[in-house]
């Protein structure tokens, strides 16, 4: 299953209608669920990304087992859309996650997951340069 629409451009499309909902540009909450959420403020869209990302879990779970896997198309499209919804909020964008992800390309997963440790552990250092 492939779209013909490049991700990046799908994406991008999308981010500026969530931007477009945003309280300060005019996003209402009576005519628009994302306007709704981000006005409920971070609870609300963080609480449907919890949902979204154990939905996410069920589908794959239902594929392992005979299930429709498009299933899981549609639930991590959810999962997506409302963490797309938190970026906004927090004036972010899927540019920034793509170039985190470009950041880590060609490091090893359990590399790049033992220097986050490292580097965690040096913050917490007293004293650590800030």
Sequence with gaps: ????IPTSDA?????QVIESRLPQNGGDPDTSY????LHKGPNAFLKKIGE???????AAKDADNGGDKTKVVYEV????????I???H???SPADVVAELDRRAGTSG????????VTAREDEQPGAAQ
């Design 1 to 4: 299953m492939t779209a013909n």
């Design 11 to 15: 994406l991008a499309r999308l981010a």
């Design 34 to 37: 994302v306007a709704r959420l």
């Design 52 to 58: 979204e990302a154990t939905e996410v879990v069920m």
């Design 77 to 84: 499209a959810d999962l997506w859309f409302h963490c797309m």
């Design 86 to 88: 938190a970026l906004a």
């Design 90 to 92: 927090y004036g972010l």
């Design 110 to 117: 359990l590399e790049e997951k033992a220097m986050r440790k």
